[in-house]
């Protein structure tokens, strides 16, 4: 068995969020703020404006 | 009901009930006597009376075609009265609850009648009979218009809905019978438990069905939010409910976990399902029917999705600030702190991000109670998030824990926030859904956003007076380094706060007793009969779509 004891599983517990954390912030901010995003961006907020018609077929 | 089903779809479902009621019998019989046979016999009953009901409509004509060219919202239509009932229910023993308080008498010397019995069925009936039930029909609504695309089939938007409900009966007539496993908001024994799990992954696949056939190229942010919900309470439920069975005979169960292992994940569990039973949901419903009743999209797309990465990544952290000053680990308290304080962060863009879609349609705010409703519902979020992270934090929640203020906050967001998002949405919803010009009567509305209004504010004053109160007669100190009060001069001390609580809730739930009148008289009154003057409907575009351009 591998020697994994309590101080490397509570260091490791301790710090590995920071990482994904960061990267993940970093992640949405780049997708939100895309510049080609913007245009599917505001199509889906005026979208809900007036969907009552019906299912498109 | 069944005369949406397809023939196959209908004898399917009978077979789903006859196997349902099989399940009960053989619970019923392995139960004896116990409460666990209650409920067998139940479940049979119920599945029973689920087969008379297909078999009654059994030869019906089949729905045409036709259906395929218009979206389905039977089930959406079923599930907003079936909320509305579970909230006078479930407000209704909140309210008797609030007087027992008061007067403790009150209990009538009935087993079934007393605080601990009583309690979790006002918080099962609000927060998963009233709430669950306003986001299931809301969100079967909310996914068809987004992804422009009909659910898939009939039967698994009913199955969700109904067995959803059989898991809410079973859970509040458990706790009268004296069944639970004692963890807030997940009492509902083993059984329940994994019904409840076969429930829910029927809902996540019918919303993955739906997205997967949507007409949209970009999947709209509320379904976002709904679907984080629903994935995310799936996990909670299965995590936190763990557990072994006394026998199959028996409805006690024990945990797999112990200890400060079992308290961390009983608050994981119980803070995330604040933050996506009582939140993600609700937002969910915030970013569909606040732009679209205000007839303005949201002011800025962008920040919607930044903080819903934010609401969930930071929550997931944060459930250690309900064992703040226990066994757990000083460390992991820090975390829950520090990530609940973050979580303001996301919380306020939100809020923010709704106030300012409705800055420029004020005069609509002040004319339209629906859409007042969705305004104040964004400054409860606002208020109660910031309360929230300010009673995370360790010194803070020294002083506010055990203490009613834990109860105020508790209600500025489950009254001003989740109650008002959804009797908003509620009021948009309906006349879409039964196709009518508009509520049956905008007084009513009126009326109901003052009384809610009202009764949130005196429940919560009354409460963080109550509770600051409290908590520094428990801490202050004589010259001798004695306590300068005893437990009962606190309760004294109370008493009138509690009172009046009780009073603010009462007029709460008059209030939604009667916007369930003016739901049922909307349902009721025949479409072309004139109603009274005053409309209730988004106030005609007075702006030209197009000329605001929010968000860039
Ligand atoms: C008529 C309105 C309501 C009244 C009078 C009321 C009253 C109460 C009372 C008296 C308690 C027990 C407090 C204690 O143990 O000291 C309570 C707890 C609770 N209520 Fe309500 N309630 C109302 C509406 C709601 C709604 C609409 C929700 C949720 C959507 C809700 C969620 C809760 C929760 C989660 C708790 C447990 C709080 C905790 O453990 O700290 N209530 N309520
Ligand atoms: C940023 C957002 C929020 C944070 C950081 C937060 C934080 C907290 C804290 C620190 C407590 C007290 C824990 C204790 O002393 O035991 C608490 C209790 C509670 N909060 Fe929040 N809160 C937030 C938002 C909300 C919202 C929006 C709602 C409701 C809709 C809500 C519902 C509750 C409930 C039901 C409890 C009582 C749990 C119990 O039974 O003890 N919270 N919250």
Known sequence: MIDLDHDILVAFAKSFGLFYLMALSIGVVVYACWPSNKKRFERAARSVLDDEEGPWR | ?552
């Open chain 2, 1 to 552: 009901m069944v005369a949406g089903l397809t023939k196959g779809e209908r004898q399917f479902a009978i077979v789903i009930s006859v196997v349902l009621a099989l399940c009960g019998l053989f619970l019923a019989g392995a139960g004896h006597q116990r409460p666990l046979g209650v409920h067998g016999l139940l479940i049979a009953f119920l599945g029973i009376a689920t087969v008379f009901v297909v078999l009654s409509g059994y030869i019906a004509p089949e729905p045409s075609e036709e259906r395929l060219s218009s979206y389905y919202d039977d089930p959406s239509k079923a599930g907003i009265i079936i909320a509305m009932i579970w909230a006078i229910f479930a407000m209704f023993i909140g309210d008797w609850v609030a007087w027992l308080l008061a007067y403790p008498e009150m209990t009538f010397d009935a087993a079934w009648a007393s605080f601990g019995r009583l309690r979790p069925v006002h918080t099962t009936g609000v927060i998963f009979g009233f709430g669950g039930n306003a986001l299931i029909a809301t969100s079967f609504h909310v996914m068809q218009r987004t992804c422009r695309a009909r659910m898939p089939d009939q039967l698994s938007p009913w199955f969700v809905l109904l067995g959803y409900n059989l898991f809410c009966i079973l859970a509040v007539s458990g706790y009268f019978i004296g069944v639970t496993q004692s963890k807030e908001y997940a009492e509902p024994e083993w059984y329940a438990d994994i019904w409840l799990v076969i429930v829910w992954v029927t809902y996540f696949v019918l919303y993955l069905r739906t997205l997967a056939r949507r007409q949209e190229p970009h999947i709209y942010v509320a379904n976002w939010y709904y679907l984080a919900f629903i994935l995310v309470v799936a996990v909670l439920h299965i995590v936190n409910n763990l557990a072994v069975p006394v026998s199959l005979g028996h409805a006690k169960s024990y945990s797999a976990f112990s200890g400060v292992q079992d308290a961390m994940t009983q608050w994981w569990y119980g803070h995330n399902a604040v933050a996506f039973f009582l939140t993600a949901g609700f937002l969910g419903m915030l970013y569909y029917y606040l732009p679209k009743r205000a007839e303005r999209p949201i002011f800025s797309y962008r920040l919607s999705i930044i903080s819903f990465w934010g609401i969930t990544f930071l929550y997931m952290w944060a459930g250690s600030h309900h064992l703040h000053y226990t066994a757990l680990p000083h460390w992991v308290q820090t975390l829950g702190m520090t990530f609940s304080v973050m979580l303001l962060v996301p919380s306020w863009a939100s809020a923010g991000n709704a106030l300012l879609t409705l800055n420029g349609a004020w005069h609509r705010v002040r004319d339209d109670a629906t859409l007042r409703f969705m305004m104040v519902a964004a400054v409860f979020y606002g208020i109660s998030t910031f309360e929230g992270s300010f009673l995370a934090i360790r010194p803070v929640n020294s002083l506010s824990h055990y203490t009613d203020w834990t109860v105020g906050h508790v209600h500025a967001g489950a009254l001003g926030w989740v109650a008002f998002i959804t009797f908003g949405s509620i009021y948009a919803v309906v006349p879409i859904l039964w196709k009518r010009e508009r509520m049956y009567s905008a007084r009513l509305v009126e009326v109901h956003f003052w009384l809610a209004l009202a009764g949130t504010l005196i429940y919560v004053f009354a409460m963080w007076n109550s509770g600051i109160i409290q908590g520094l007669m428990w801490r202050t100190y004589t010259e001798s380094g004695t306590l300068a009060y005893s437990f009962i001069d606190s309760l004294v001390a109370m008493h009138p706060y509690y009172v009046a609580r009780a009073i603010g809730g009462l007029l709460f739930l008059i209030g939604a007793a009667i916007g369930f009148y003016n739901i049922w008289m909307t349902v009721r009154t025949a479409r072309e009969e004139p109603l009274e003057p005053v409309a209730d409907r988004p106030i005609a575009s007075d702006t030209p779509a197009g000329a605001v351009q929010p968000g860039e």
